[in-house]
């Protein structure tokens, strides 16, 4: 294990945000990561993953701890099924094509989400019909303060739109170090309903989609609507979906009879943000080097050199007129550090 002193962690966020961590060290074993904790207590480190989903604001004086735990295991198998142990070092969309390749289905669309697998379930990822937890069966993970490692089933997560224990009442308390998936090994249950996927089904005349299909399906969707991190910093949604009560929806549906919805339940409504970003003028709009993506306004993003605080008050400013043009308030997705 090696120190590293004021390290650029550039590389290290999707954003691509040039802010120093005083310290730096990649952990490639549960035991090194053992010594660390006990070396050090919960407020002396920064845990770090696939930095996917942080815009950071400043620089960390801290001892950044990145999560580099790797391995893929088939911990049992029956006839239609296999659980999958993966460390929380591997890359998520790597994952995906690795189940791809083995026939496993369950994850094929939520291909290429960038970030690791360790901290996939801290938010319960979700893209076309599928969130994490739909295959999600535990996790094993570290608490920070006594080093102990204990398991999480998907009930204990308490998962929810874009949330979990662990950015809740658990928040910061624990390092996930591997999760187990229930995938399947035949008759997948493929989710084609997505009208994204569906189109793109329809036009290469596919009736009977394989989870390759749908992965192929997915990857080109997002390509043609997400900028890709390697090529231009962004940290996906950088805002929630918000959610209305019945009430709300009613009186915003008056007024805004043309903008999409989905109904989550009979009481609650999720309206797109993207949508009320685009309305409020924002999609495509550039801030010296802060930006909002051209093809989806949703997508916040850095030109080149921006500094996470350009970024976070080009954030307040679409999170104030949003507010005053629909009297709705959106609450990042993204952790601002
Ligand atoms: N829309 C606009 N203008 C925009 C963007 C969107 O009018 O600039 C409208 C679209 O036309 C569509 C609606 O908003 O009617 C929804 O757009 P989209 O299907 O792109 O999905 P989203 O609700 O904006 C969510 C997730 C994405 C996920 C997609 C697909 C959240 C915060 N975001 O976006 O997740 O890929 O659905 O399932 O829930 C991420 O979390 O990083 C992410 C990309």
Redesign the pocket.
Known sequence: MFIEKNKSLRNYNTFGIDVTARAFVSVESLEDLRTILKDYTPDEVFILGGGSNMLLTAPIDKLVVHINLKGIEVLSRTEDEVILEIQAGENWHELVMYCIENDFGGIENLSL?PGNTGTAPI?N?????VELEDVFESCTAIECTTGVLRSFSREECKFG??NSIFKDEAKDQYIITSVMLRLTSKNHKINSS???ISDVLAKRNIENPTIKDISEAVISI?RS??PDPAEIGN???F???PVLSSEEFKKFRSKNPEA?YYEVSATQFKI????L???AGF?GKRYGDAGIHK?????LVNHGNASGSEIWNLALKIQKKVKEDFGIYIEP?VNVI
């Open positions: 989400i938010q990822i979700g893209a076309y019909g739109y874009r997505y009208g994204a997002r609507k997400l940290s996906g949604s805002f929630k979906n999409p797109p943000a993207g949508w970003i685009d309305q999609k093809h989806q306004a949703l997508v997705e």
